[in-house]
Every structure is written in C-alpha cells, then in structure tokens.
C-alpha cells in the first residue's frame, strides 16, 4: 500500500469528528436513515473527508445527473473504515478511491504495486459487495519531491540518484514514513537510499503546506508529497521518478455498490475517468485549495462542461 499520510490524517480528523457530532443532530452524512434503493437509476454518491475526493465525487454526480440518473450525494463521510461498509450497506452507490489503498485495505497482505498488478489484485479483493469501474490515467500517489536547484545541483531524475548523496539528506516527511515498508525502509530496499534517524524530519501535514515550505526553505532536502499537488508546479519541484514502484500505483476508481452497477453507470464512470489524468487533477485541486478557493462542487461542473461530460455520453 501506497502509504498515505493524508488519509491516515483523514481517518484521525474523522475520529474526532465523529465524536464532536454525536450531539449534533444529522452533521455525520451516514445519518440520514433511509434505505438502500433497489432502483438502478437511483444513485447516491458519496466522498470522503478531502477536497479531492469531494471535487470528484462532485464530477461523478453532475456527469451521471447528464445522462439520466438520478442522483443524491452524501459527501465528507470520512475515512475508507467509514465508506466502504457504507457502501457494502447500500448508504451509498458510488464513490472515488484509489487503487493502491483500497487494495491494502482490503487485501493486507497484498504486494501489488504496478498499475496492472494492482488492478488485477483489486479486483480479486472486492467480494461480492463491492464493484468497481475502470481506473483512471490519473493518480495521486506518494512521490520523492525536491527543489529544482537540489535536482540541478546533484543532476537528480530518479530516486537512484540521490541515495549517493543520502548522508547529505534530510528528508521530510509524516513520521509514520520512517517505518512504514513503502516509506524510508523501501526507499533503502529499492534505491539505496539511506537515510538516518538524524536526518528524518518529522513532518505531520501529509505533505501539506508545512512540508512544501519545509522543502523551499532548505530546511529538508527532499519531502514526500503527493503528485496531485498544485504545489509541486507553483514552487518548481521536481518528482524524482520511482521505476522500481516502491510506491505502489494509486490510480482514481469508482468503487461500487456491487448490486447498483449496470453498463450504463460503467459507461459514465469510465468516461469521466477516461479523462481524469494526474494534470487534470492538480488542475482542479489548484482551482479548489489555490488561490482562487473554488468550492468543489462549482470547479466539478465547470470541469464537467468542459470536457463535454454534461452531455449524455453516446
């Protein structure tokens, strides 16, 4: 599993969420009672505790109201402990993940890391309940990040090419990364990449804005940050490539109410995918948590008009 501190964040904001509203009338989105609809043209579509799964969920919604369906959303639920059960359950029909973690959290023992490895893991992992549609080109995984002058300096493409200099690195990152198989222990098993216990830089944002200021300011040399970050292109990061995949692949999904998918749904879904590249997504976080603060629901339908997803897909 990719390991994702904005997610393992998520799931500790969802706690604490969950237990500030226990009070407070219908806050928890899973609250709303109602059964599960049999209907197929009938979907309520969910997402979790971040901008970019909300933006997403958003597109779903307003792509699948074009052709037809009709369509609620219960968005915000929190972590994958949250919505998969709520999916299994029918409180949802549809919502968007990625690959590589909702495989590990199916699967613990799942090695997968490739995009097609994943895939074909993923899709042995789901069960009877749970279904999903296909993968888009885009993903928002984990990534070695440094500043354009450090990538300059040492001629940096790949993770490889810094583990010669990693006694000269300090790296930041989630604590969690110190000791998670994907994080520095991986780095060392796949690239040589060595860093000590002096020289990790604790970091609990989720390679938010204290990591990306961190990295800019010199005060570490290369950060883990996800590839879905405006930040990366507004400060001139350069994502060192990963071709050993220590970072497994983390492509966008629907995953489904395995009861409510029809080929009319996968025929939108896989549309919406078909254009939802890794570019596209840090276009639409850009437009969310940049400068312009678009609320998600405003940068999914302008997304959705212009790639002609509010049309029925023919």
């Given at each position: 599993m990719t390991f994702s501190p904005r997610l393992s964040i998520a799931t500790a904001v969802a706690a604490l969420a969950l237990t500030a509203v226990a009070g407070c009338g219908?806050?928890?989105p899973l609250s709303s009672g109602g059964t599960a609809s049999s209907d197929p043209n009938t979907i309520v579509v969910g997402s979790a505790n971040f901008p970019e799964s909300e933006t997403v969920a958003n597109i779903y919604a307003d792509a699948l109201k074009a052709n037809g369906f009709d369509v609620s959303t219960k968005l915000?639920?929190?972590?994958r402990e949250a919505y998969v059960p709520a999916v299994k359950a029918g409180s949802i029909d549809v919502i968007p993940d990625y690959t590589g973690n909702l495989l590990q959290f199916l699967d613990k023992n799942a090695t997968a890391t490739t995009a097609a490895d994943v895939n074909a893991a993923l899709t042995a992992a789901?069960?009877?309940?749970l279904a999903i549609a296909t993968p888009a080109p885009g993903e928002n995984k984990d990534a070695v990040v440094v500043t354009r002058g450090t990538a300059d300096q040492w001629q940096l493409?790949?993770?490889a090419d810094l583990a010669p200099h990693s006694a000269d690195v300090k790296f930041g990152a989630p604590a969690e990364f110190q000791e998670r198989p994907v994080g520095l222990p991986g780095l060392k098993e796949h690239y040589g990449l060595d860093i000590s216990a002096g020289n990790f830089v604790p970091i609990a944002d989720g390679g938010g804005p204290a990591t990306v200021r961190a990295l800019a300011d010199g005060k570490v040399t290369a950060a883990n940050i996800f590839t879905t970050s405006p930040a990366i292109a507004a400060n001139n990061f350069v994502v060192l490539a990963d071709p050993k995949n220590n970072f497994p692949a983390q492509n966008v999904v629907p995953l489904l109410r395995a009861s409510?998918?029809?080929?009319?749904l996968a025929a939108v879904l896989d549309a919406v995918s078909a254009k939802l590249t890794t570019e596209q997504l840090v276009a639409l976080n850009d437009s969310v948590s940049g400068s312009s603060k678009t609320e998600p629901s405003a940068a999914a339908a302008q997304?959705?008009?212009?790639?002609g997803l509010d049309k029925p897909v023919s």
């Open positions: 219908n806050s928890d915000n639920i929190g972590s789901l069960g009877s309940d493409t790949s993770i409510k998918k029809s080929d009319k997304w959705v008009a212009a790639q």
